[in-house]
């Protein structure tokens, strides 16, 4: 892998004519419907198209199997909450939809919250065979991006029956579920996990002591993955339609980041392109043993940046940590975009990353 690899965050714009749904099944149980099956695998072999086409180094399956719900990237919750046992099938108002203010009401009504009604136990997620078909469609290594994570869907619950009563019970037991999932996927030979969790950024809401306990969710989920596997943390701003979490996300990554310098992953993943590069500074503090995946590309526009725009943006962040533990990618996923546009935010993140290559290599 050369200086400066390019990726980019999960999820990607369904074709037009993909339109099929799962609803809460089973892809196993969904693909029993010929044309359901034929369609994703199409999609999911065009969007990896997309990607290698782009110049992308490090792919992903473009999470074809993220629904079409509400937030423009709602699946993005409740692929997990649908497929793990203990959890109710009805979308409930967010808990803290009462304490929101301004836009944020709106991106928790779009959010939405669940029941916990029993044990939490692993159901059909099936990240490793959905890994498995991906490969099928490149050479180039794929990402796998597993989320939401345990601690940000620990937040979206009511808690109405079962052993589990709080938060804190929740997100352990999701961990378990999470880890049993991620240690398959190594099985497969994946060798970048991507953990979403946007649960970092809890404790600025609900107090410092919390920090403790999203690390430790993050350990139990992710910590384990053995050398060889790079393990990534991903925790955005929020993306509902383009729109950030004000509230949550307030402070930015100088209020949060330090606290997790000793989590057990090799990577955080940022953005940084939304604010222009704001805060960059702190990648001069991370652990000399971490890297980052730094967001050069700004998926909330459909402004498409020049490659010497993105070039900037990399500069910026070069001045502050060595090339070789940087990796370029979006800030966020791009489902929300029109695929033509998200076409040429790659592009133009895989030619920015050129001309700085070329300017380290004099």
Known sequence: MHLLPTTMVGSYPRPSWFTHQLAGKDVLEAFKVIHHAEAFHDATRVVIRDQDEAGLDILTDGQMWFDDYSMGIGSFLWYWLERTKGFSQEKLPHPARAKAKGRDVWALDEAGGVAVEGPIERGPVRMALIYNWATQHTAKPIKACVGAGPAQLSTLAYFRGGPIKNRYELSRALAGVFKAE?????????????????????????????????????????????????????????????????????????????????????????????????????????????????????????????????AERVRKVLRHIEPERVTLTTDCGMKQLPRPCAIQKMRALVEGAAIVRRELAR
């Open 182 to 310: 991620i240690d398959e996927l190594v099985e497969a030979g994946c060798k970048y996990v991507q953990l979403e969790d946007l649960g970092a950024w809890m404790p600025h809401l609900s107090g410092e002591k919390d920090y403790d306990w999203v690390c430790d969710v993050v350990d139990r989920t992710i910590g384990s993955v053995p050398a060889g596997v790079e393990r990534a943390w991903h925790f955005c701003f929020g993306n509902a339609w383009g729109n950030k979490l004000d509230g949550m996300t307030a402070g930015g990554y100088r209020e949060i980041l330090p606290h997790y310098h000793n989590v057990k992953v090799d990577a955080y993943v940022l953005d940084f392109a939304c604010r222009e590069m704001e805060d960059a500074d702190l990648l001069r503090k991370l652990p000399g043993d971490k890297r980052v995946h730094v967001g050069v590309i700004d998926v909330r526009t459909l402004e498409i940046e020049h490659p010497e725009q993105v």
